[in-house]
């Protein structure tokens, strides 16, 4: 009798041999209360990290961004200086240098200029240019890597924290407008820290 193997299967072989795992992409929504603007906001992404990790090993978050939608209201020309803050959590720490932009990743009018820094635990993803009233855009995903601080068992998650952004409207100018996620910070994605293979 011929035996039928296939590609999945053996995939889920070499992972249970090595170790590995395959990363777990969520769709995630998160209510915003706002300073500023009509309320029902929110944030969305697609946060990709692996479901476990190891003890004192690394592994790599991706948040890839939704599209904006139609920008308008009443009397705005333009949105620009988008800022968005995302929290390392506790039993994880960000390795040095590994935030950056993916390649062809984000809509013309902000992946230009856009900019990815990490500072004491907090990644920031900034989008500088305008986006004019009745336009839309799609943020560029990030990476970054994080490595294993906690022991066997501990939940590991990056969370958003808060989302900035700078209006410029008819008559009054600019006007920032700052939006917190609920609860705050807000658990996008989680990672179980698993026990370190023995040598």
Not at 87 to 112: D, F, Q, W
Not at 168 to 181: E, Q, S
């Amino acid at each position: 009798m011929r035996r039928h193997t296939t590609r999945a299967a053996l995939l889920a072989a070499s992972l249970v041999a090595t170790g590995a795992t395959l990363d777990a992409a969520v769709t995630v929504r998160a209510p915003l209360v706002c300073s500023r603007g009509p309320s029902g906001q929110r944030f969305e992404a697609v946060v990709t990290q692996p479901p476990t990790a190891a003890e004192g090993s690394t592994y790599t978050v991706r948040v890839d961004g939704a599209a904006s939608g139609t920008i308008s209201h009443f009397g705005l020309n333009h949105i620009r200086d988008m800022a968005t803050d995302y929290l390392v959590g506790a039993g994880a720490s960000y390795v040095p240098g590994s935030a950056r932009i993916v390649p062809g990743t984000g809509t013309p009018n902000v992946a230009e200029h856009a900019r990815v820094t990490h500072e004491a635990g907090l990644v920031r993803l900034v989008l500088p240019d305008r986006v004019e009233s009745g336009s839309s855009y799609t943020p560029p995903s990030i990476e970054l890597r994080l490595r294993v601080d906690a022991p066997a068992g501990a939940s590991l998650a990056l969370a958003l924290r808060e989302y900035r952004v700078t209006a410029n409207a008819i008559v009054v100018g600019d006007l920032l407008t700052t939006c917190k996620p609920q609860p705050t910070p807000y658990p996008l994605a989680t990672t179980v820290v698993t026990a370190a293979a023995p040598p």
